[in-house]
């Protein structure tokens, strides 16, 4: 956006302005998706609106959403902030909801499902690092090729579980708005919303944030640093796939809790890996503990919704509980946390980002419920794969 060869050549604040104006488009977007998709139960009509966004993607972005940075730059802020929110970072969360809801609904693993969709990233990730090197335009053409095929799979796929029910099976209750509204005055939602945002809001400033110039900032030549760090990025994307797969195993073993619990402890090693290490080899080490730290808190916090609250409201709880949480985070400790670079330099900031995330151990520790305590959801039994589940509880709030 800021390269005069080739780029849009704005300034540092405008892309500020870009990506404050997306946080908050998408702030609104997750609270609407989630709640509207908890009513659908597995009716696709969202999923299908936002493959059809997606399939539009290459046409937006090269003959709207460009001319409009270039020559009406507020209206080009507002229009793709409500674009990019809806296709693109708002969705994923919802995606991510659906699919776990249809594997309830099948008896299959949600963690081995994603496992293939950090697969379809890794690849894609590579494929979009060659096309950017020969025209950033090819990109978004093969976007909407692949929202092109997303939206035929949503209307020629027939998922089990979203027909209509046979003689004699019982109807999903359908939340209402109330019972949503409801989630709010729940203590237990609040104490969870708290341990993401001790834990995993400031683990997503340091990674996103910080890590990648603190990284570059290890080698004498900062292209040889970039270059390392896109590599080891991928080769950690590929290992974090593998992870989703295997970690749905260590669940079924070691329970919902604990499985939270070592993650939260790997997001603590590697930080303070990271503040107390020196050097290229021994950083990069300490960086592939992020492809086991992901499987572990996404799949738990999954996990620990469905089995605490009523899974008829898992895509709310997801988009809500952890999502907007977690963006909210972002939006507020980004600043600070940057200030506090700006002052002490990266490895003490880490040392204190690491304390936090230390404290929401001991918080998560003594405050989130156990798996047999407070089952408002799926019961947790260790060591049973899923079943199929016959229809959702009713949405006890």
């Known amino acids: 956006m800021t390269s005069e060869a080739g780029g849009l050549q704005l300034t540092g604040s405008q892309v500020g302005t870009i990506y404050s104006a997306n946080s908050a488009a998408t702030l609104v977007l997750m609270l609407l998706y989630g709640t509207i998709q908890d009513r659908l139960d597995l009716k696709r009509n969202v999923t299908i609106v936002i493959s059809a966004l997606m399939a539009l993607v290459g046409p937006f972005a090269i003959f709207v959403y460009k001319p409009l940075l270039e020559n009406n730059f507020g209206l ?28 309830r609904r099948n008896g299959f693993e949600f963690g081995q499902a994603r496992m293939w969709g950090s697969f379809g990233y890794a690849i894609v990730a590579l494929i979009a690092g060659f096309l950017f090197t020969r025209d950033p335009d090819l990109n978004f053409w093969a976007g909407s090729v692949l929202g092109h095929a997303l939206l035929l799979v949503q209307l020629l796929w027939r998922p089990r579980g979203a027909e209509q029910p046979v003689a004699g099976q019982v109807l999903p209750s359908t939340p209402g708005v109330r019972e949503m509204a409801g989630l709010l005055k729940r203590r237990s939602l609040w104490v969870v919303i708290g341990f993401v945002i001790l834990s995993w809001t400031f683990y997503t400033v340091y990674d996103q944030q910080m890590f990648p110039d603190f990284y570059t900032s290890l080698f004498d030549d900062p292209a040889v ?48 890996g990271t503040a107390v290490l020196d050097g290229p080899v021994l950083i990069s080490i300490v960086k592939m503990l992020h492809a086991f730290e992901v499987p572990l808190f996404v799949l738990g916090i999954f996990r620990y919704f469905t089995l605490h609250f009523s899974t008829g409201l898992s895509a709310t709880l997801y988009l809500v509980g952890f999502n907007i949480s977690a963006q909210i985070g972002n939006v507020v400790l980004s600043r600070p946390l940057g200030a506090l670079r700006d002052q002490l330099g990266y490895q003490p900031t880490f040392l204190v980002i690491a304390g936090v995330v230390a404290l929401a151990a001991v918080y998560a520790l003594v405050l989130l419920e156990k798996d047999d305590r407070q089952v408002l959801g799926e019961p947790f039994v260790r060591g049973r794969a899923p079943k199929p589940e016959a229809a959702d509880e009713p949405a006890a709030v």
């Open 225 to 272: 640093g970039q270059q390392t760090y896109g590599a080891l990025n991928s080769a950690q994307v590929f290992l974090e796939a593998l992870m989703m797969g295997a970690v749905t195993v260590v669940m079924r073993h070691v329970g919902v809790r604990n499985t939270l619990l070592l993650g939260v402890s790997v997001m603590f090693v590697r930080i303070l």
């Open 76 to 103: 080009g802020v507002a229009l793709g902030s409500v674009f990019i929110a809806a296709a693109f970072v708002g969705s994923t969360g919802l995606f991510e909801a659906f699919v776990e809801r249809l594997s």
